[in-house]
């Protein structure tokens, strides 16, 4: 184990050598980015467009550059160059655990995901990576809002946003082909045609996506999968913008810890997605804007574990005596047979107008539907109407001192009228040093899931057999008070960038399960879903960039991090929450460019160890998962020729490394290697 360390922090210190060398010979001279340099501008932190030296919370952008020195093939593993992020292939359905500053199962809930403005956040209670409905080569960055977010997005933007936006209208014009392979059975491709007919500008993309998953685990994926994004101005002061989007493919279920699942068959998945959105400019600096969205996704589950007789190990005329009105019957299992759909409409106006103020405001309503026999006991829809009203504000009180301001207030079928709020105030210590202070308040509404849940075995006629776990409904939402204290920095002719912040969060009201006894008619012993004591996180994290010149960059990120239960385990009997945040969780990405167009680029991740906790963890008390050390090395070689570009990609995951375990003991993340290949027709 010596051995291999020794052996990986060479491979670091060697990458940093070479890279930071052949940075300063192609740094030698001044470049035009010296004296033409601009602010990067966010619009997720406040829905402003704001440089970051003004936005009211810490932001985090990953742009194209980032994206493609990675190396990395999967959408959510962008998130492990966040500071604070943990990423994760977790038990449930080969869904992927995404989070930040830990405190998370298998699905994820606190975090709010956006694509061009849609929220993927699915009614039932969290966010599907495979399902997203964009592809990875379409992204042109993703804007990562590291802290609360319901003043600006709603309930589930709780602790954290990860605003995900695709490339602009007239980018990558004409032919684009893409395929992937690798030594664990990987197998994608994507096609892709961006131009113009009849008026309309639009980007086309067909995506296939096959993995085999882990070793020894049935996580195997299909993914069929066509996105197409369209503008047409309709005149000097109008445009519409429209996306369609449909996806297909079996998953495999993955889980063998939940009770009478067997860890075999796959799911079929069938998800689509409509989004129209209409801006007019009003004037100078201003414009106002209405979207609509509909999202369905279908999850077709048909595993059984045989007959009721079977499963009671009794003889078939017993079932008649036992269950009243009942006849022996094949038991259906599918936990993940559910369907999600929603229905969103939102207006939005913004003004930009005033040197001083710049403002923002809407309103929108909100239809979410959720389906499941095995998850809710029933075989209707149940639904959450909601609606909410936002706004936001930026006031320069002098050249130096920058007050934001923003709040939303929602109401609905699963929350009462709640306000979230947030107050920073931004002060200019030189033009390239700003220091931030904010306070917010953020809250998290339960699920569809979580607030109709009843989770169990039944008969095909909706009468239950056993329910391991329960909601009672009324669930009071989550509540996180967070104060943050924040410094930005520029050095180097703007060609290196610091931003640390300093912050505690504390999260009241924790929605979590507990034993306890359902109400009839259910069986006894179900676990209970109700508000928890909660947690205080206090930490300091930051990112440190720097950026010589086009094609280097050299990126660290980094969180230290302590969470502290706001009860006693002991008393309450409630399992610790201290063990879920990770103490220290580290990346560093390393690229450059040569004169030759050979791209070498390298990732290092750490994560100390830390405890996902789904259910089967629980009820098996599993240990948590071991720190872990990960090295990626990427060699990429451009080929410039007449009409198209061609890039070859050389990609190792892992490297150097035993396998380590990734959410569970048993998910063994080894060596992993990818050959891509990609053409650009223009």
């Known amino acids: 184990m010596k051995v291999m360390k020794e052996r990986k922090f060479l491979l670091v210190a060697t990458m940093t050598c070479n890279v930071f060398l052949a940075a300063q010979a192609s740094a030698a001279q001044p470049t035009e980015t010296d004296f033409f340099w601009e602010p990067p501008i966010v619009l997720s932190a406040s829905r402003l467009m704001q440089p970051l030296s003004e936005a009211p919370a810490a932001v ?15 959408i959510a593993d962008l998130l492990r160059l966040v500071p604070g992020f943990q990423v994760g292939l977790s038990t449930s359905n080969s ?23 849609r929220s993927v956040y699915l009614s039932m209670l969290s966010v599907d990576w495979n399902d997203l409905g964009v592809a990875l080569d379409d992204i042109d960055r993703i804007e990562v809002v590291r802290g609360p977010s319901s003043p600006i997005f709603g309930a ?101 810890d939940v009770m009478y699942r067997p860890n075999v068959g796959s799911d079929a998945v069938e998800s689509n997605h409509q989004q129209l959105r209409w801006t007019r400019v009003l004037g100078m600096g201003r414009d106002t804007s209405v979207q609509f969205y509909h999202q369905y996704r279908r999850l077709e589950d048909n595993a059984t574990s045989g007959l009721l007789s079977d499963i009671l190990s009794v003889a078939p005329g017993a079932i008649p005596v036992l269950y009243p009105g009942h006849t022996d019957e094949v038991i259906r299992t599918g936990m993940y047979d559910n369907t999600d759909e929603r229905y969103d409409l939102e207006w939005q106006i913004n003004d930009s107008s005033s040197d001083r103020l710049q403002w923002m405001a809407g309103a929108g309503m909100r239809l979410d539907r959720f389906k499941s ?76 899931l979580g607030e109709h849940g009843a989770l169990g075995l039944y008969f095909s006629n909706g009468d239950p057999i056993d329910v391991f776990g329960y909601s009672p409904g009324g669930i009071e939402p989550e509540v996180m008070h967070a104060w943050e204290l ?52 206090t930490g300091l994290e930051g990112q440190l960039q720097y950026r010589p010149a086009p094609g280097t960059l050299a990126a660290l990120q980094f969180s230290l991090a302590n969470a502290e239960d706001r009860f006693d385990p ?32 390298m990732g290092y991740y750490h994560v100390d160890k830390m405890r996902w906790e789904g259910p089967g963890e629980v009820a098996l008390g599993k240990p948590p998962v071991p720190a872990y050390d990960r090295v990626d090395v990427r060699v990429a070689k451009k080929l410039r020729w007449p009409g198209q570009d061609i890039l070859l990609e050389l990609i190792a995951q892992n490297i150097g490394n035993d396998a380590y375990a990734e959410f569970r003991a048993d998910n063994q993340f080894e060596t992993r290697y990818f050959l891509r290949a990609s053409a650009q027709f223009r």
Do not use: C
Request: aromatic fraction near 10%.
């Open 156 to 256: 589930n933007a709780f602790i954290a946003t990860v605003n995900i936006i695709t490339r602009p209208r007239y980018s990558d014009p004409g032919w684009y082909a893409r395929a992937t392979v690798d030594s664990r059975g990987t197998r994608s491709g994507m096609l892709r045609n961006v131009g113009s007919m009849a008026g309309v500008d639009y980007r086309l993309s067909l995506g296939y996506d096959q993995t085999d998953g882990f070793e020894g685990r049935n996580d195997k994926k299909l993914v069929r999968s066509i996105n197409l994004h369209g503008w047409r101005d309709l005149d000097n002061t109008d445009v519409l913008d429209f996306k369609l989007g449909f996806r297909n493919g079996p998953i495999g279920r993955g889980d063998v």
């Open 486 to 537: 924040g410094w930005l920095s520029h050095w180097f002719n703007h060609k290196m960038t610091l931003d640390v912040k300093a912050f505690r969060e504390e999260i009241l009201r924790e929605i979590t399960a507990f034993p306890g006894l359902a109400p009839e008619p259910y069986p006894t012993g179900a676990l209970v879903i109700a508000n928890g004591g909660g947690v205080n996180i």
């Open 60 to 74: 985090t952008v990953i742009d194209r550059e980032m994206i493609e020195a990675s190396g990395f093939i999967e």
């Open 95 to 117: 869904t992927v655990a995404a989070t930040y500053h830990g405190q998370s199962d298998s699905l994820p809930r606190r975090m709010e995901v956006l694509v061009d403005g």
């Open 373 to 448: 026999l095995i998850l809710l006991g029933q075989q209707d829809f149940v639904e959450d109407r909601s609606g909410r009203i936002f706004a936001n504000a930026a006031y320069h009180l002098d050249d130096r001192w920058l007050l934001n301001a923003g709040g939303m207030l929602e109401h609905g079928d699963t929350l009462d009228k709640q306000f979230s709020w947030r107050l920073a105030l931004n002060y200019l210590l030189s033009p390239n040093h700003t220091l931030r202070g904010s306070f917010t308040r953020s809250i998290r509404k339960n699920g569809l």
């Open 570 to 601: 002991a008393s309450t009997g409630q399992a610790s929450r201290e063990g879920r945040t990770p103490h220290k969780t580290i990346s560093l990405l390393l690229a450059h460019t040569f004169d030759n167009d050979i791209q070498l680029s």
